[in-house]
């Protein structure tokens, strides 16, 4: 079975891998002439690809944004500058004899369905190198292209930046911050780049100010006793904690949780509903930029004028130079009919973020077009490995009806989560959605079954960050050492940080106290929330 792959990103990668596992012949096209997708920094910017910045970190750590059965080498940082994740990519290609089926240089000019696709689910794939197209067959296709390549920018939305005479570009554009050298600038929206732009551009800038109509969680990499945020938010206590209590505890308890580091409403951060979860932002400066004046946060704009801009409920204007909107990007398959893929407000109609509703075969899948509350790596690897089975037919797709009318539900309960603007709708909860595929192919871990053979294992798994390895214990795809991969894990994470060790000093592992420890508080927590409800039907 031959499989076009579309891109040699991340998902492209594990998408071309998992193929090779399942014994189907893949065929990945990369327009660029090397892989890395979004992680391959180029100081000029490339027409199709996305563009980074230098000074880009990876927001989550590095043992739970490690392919399945691939660590990462423990004397990394445990977050990862852009060069050293590539380097990660890089090294996995290699170990898993990827290249080879890597055709660089090559542009997907088109995916369309042959005549006969009703019987035989085949594609034909139209690509260019040189300026020289070529036609091929494919039983599949694997679209792997990301979401980070056309810039949204709506200028219509911002009245009077016609008549602004200042310098104004999106975030794709930005390298370095020399550009703001004394000036005045402004930075439209607030998600991670946003940030990171304005904290760089804080440090040579005469002024800087970020303007947001929602607000946003602010957190540190560095979470509770020092560990990385990730590990101690994303596990499976932690989510059957999230998924069980009521909507409203569950609030509180997010609400109180973000804001043990500081106080948002008093750096003009809190969200405007913070009944909705909102994508967290993941800076570690700028609480401390807030509070020495480097920074200014303000609601959202009201109007531009020629050298100044009015935000919404502020009278006076605020002189700016530059301005930087930070509004995301489009999703967009320029290579696929509009019929085979409909995008409409950044949401694309795909059963469990992944496979088109309506095609007779489902031999087209997406992959990465999700934002999950974690990383995305090791998301994209399990709707690979999901994909490659349907493709043999191993798994199953529900009927037409059944897929449509749960993609159709599952927009409105993430409206209702995360509310309607930009991409929330892509956004869903990583623990829950990984174990769902992973439920699909028979590798999701049972921590009852192994509470029984391997009680430390399951201890471990159940209290423990839910790191990949996880997800090799069992089913197609096992690997022998995701066991010791996993009782590894706080070593390998700990490695590059515990550099100078005192004498007599403990174990640098969170230990089951610490996680008794947390139950206990987040018990305490749960009362205070819930004593006032018991009050308020008690006293008359």
């Not at 792959?5 to 891998?17: D, N, P, R, Y």
């Not at 998600?191 to 947001?212: H, L, M, P, W």
């Amino acid at each position: 079975m031959r499989v076009a792959v579309v891109g040699a990103g991340v998902s492209g990668l594990t998408a071309t891998k998992c193929c090779l596992e399942e014994g189907l012949e893949p065929t990945c096209f990369e327009q660029s002439r090397d892989i890395g997708g979004l992680w391959r920094y180029t100081e000029h910017i490339e027409a199709g690809r996305p563009s980074l910045y230098p000074s880009v970190i990876s927001n989550t750590s590095k043992e739970m944004s490690a392919f399945s059965d691939f660590p990462y080498p423990e004397d990394l940082p445990v977050f990862l500058p852009h060069a050293q994740l590539l380097d990660y990519l890089r090294s996995y290609a290699e170990r898993f004899g990827l290249r080879e089926h890597i055709k660089f240089g090559t542009t997907v000019v088109s995916i369309q369905k042959r005549p006969d696709f009703a019987t035989t689910g085949q594609w034909d794939v139209v690509t260019e190198v040189d300026g020289k197209q070529t036609s091929h067959v494919f039983d599949a296709v694997m679209v792997c292209s990301g979401n980070f390549s056309e810039p949204f920018l709506p200028l219509h939305c911002f009245p009077g930046i016609e008549r602004f005479r200042g310098q104004y570009f999106h975030s794709r554009q930005y390298k370095h911050p020399d550009v703001f050298q004394g000036k005045r600038v402004l930075v439209v929206g607030m998600g991670n780049s946003g940030v990171d732009i304005a904290v760089e551009a804080s440090r040579v800038a005469a002024k800087v100010t970020i303007c947001t109509s929602r607000g946003a969680w602010v957190l540190s990499r560095v979470f509770d006793h020092g560990y990385p945020w990730d590990m101690v938010f994303n596990t499976r206590l932690m989510s059957l904690i999230r998924n069980s209590l009521p909507g409203p505890l569950s609030q509180g308890l997010i609400n109180y949780r973000v804001n043990q580091w500081f106080n948002h409403e008093n750096y003009g951060l809190q969200p405007e509903k913070s009944c909705l979860v909102r994508e967290p932002v993941l800076n570690d400066d700028l609480p401390s930029y807030i509070l020495t004046g480097r920074i200014t946060i303000k609601p959202g704009v009201k109007e531009f004028k020629d050298s100044s801009v009015v935000f919404r409920n502020c009278p006076e204007e605020e002189p700016i130079d530059i301005i930087v909107f930070c509004t995301g990007y489009n999703v967009s398959f320029p290579f696929l009919e509009e019929a085979v893929i409909k995008v409409e407000n950044k949401h694309a109609s795909l059963y469990k973020y992944v496979f088109p509703t309506h095609l007779q075969r489902p031999t087209l899948a997406v992959l990465g077009l999700i934002k999950p509350l974690g990383a995305i790596m090791p998301v994209t690897e399990m709707q690979a490995r999901w994909v490659t089975r349907v493709f043999k037919g191993l798994c199953r797709l529900p009927p037409q009806s059944v897929m449509e009318k749960e993609v159709n539900e599952k927009k409105k309960n993430q409206v209702r989560r995360f509310g309607l603007s930009f991409d929330e709708v892509l956004k869903t909860d990583c623990l829950v959605y990984m174990d769902k595929l992973a439920s699909f192919i028979g590798a999701k871990p049972s921590v009852l079954g192994l509470l029984c053979r391997d009680p430390w294992l399951a201890l471990t798994i159940f209290f423990g960050p839910c790191t990949p390895y996880q997800y090799r214990l069992g089913g197609p795809g096992r690997w022998e050492g995701a066991r010791q991969a996993i009782l590894t894990q706080w070593d390998r994470t700990l490695k590059p940080t515990r550099t100078r060790v005192p004498a007599g000093s403990s174990s640098p592992c969170p230990s089951l106290l610490t996680v008794v420890g947390f139950l206990l508080l987040l018990a305490a927590v749960v009362f205070s929330l819930i004593a006032p409800l018991l009050l308020s039907c008690l006293l008359p």
